[in-house]
């Protein structure tokens, strides 16, 4: 994963390209099917290069929805059958506030709103006064 990061991360396309090359150097062998993949898509994702980091983080960073049904999955999926609704329901609420326990902020929203001021001004909206 780091290796994969690395790429994303990259300040410029060009960087991301070697980095691309790096990790198809170092890990190719291993996972043949992913240097290719990024090629096939490469146009798709240069233009992602040209935000700032604020907003890419943004793009990259993982749905924490998706995050979230993913963990509850994992806990139902073990557990197979429930005497009750009720034992569900109390399995899910334990769940979730275990769940969140981990989760921490990902993204810094007030520079990330300023750089969406920048690119995207036409598209936010406008504030009442």
């Not at 980095?19 to 198809?24: G, H, K, N, S, T």
């Not at 150097?25 to 290069?49: C, D, Q």
């Amino acid at each position: 994963m780091p290796a994969l990061r690395a790429i994303y991360r990259a300040e410029t396309a060009e960087a991301a390209e070697l980095r691309l090359a790096d990790f198809e150097a170092e890990w190719g062998k291993k996972y043949p099917a992913i240097a290719p993949a990024w090629r096939r898509v490469w146009n798709e994702v240069v233009p992602f290069f040209a935000y700032p980091l604020q907003i890419r983080k943004m793009i990259y960073t993982t749905n924490a929805i998706e995050s979230l049904h993913r963990g509850l999955r994992k806990i139902i999926k073990t557990r197979r059958a429930f005497p009750s609704d009720e034992a569900a329901t109390k399995l899910l609420y334990l769940s979730l506030r275990n769940l969140g326990v981990h989760w921490k902020p990902a993204i810094e929203w007030r520079a990330a709103y300023a750089q969406f001021t920048i690119f995207f001004a036409e598209r936010l909206p406008t504030t009442i006064r």
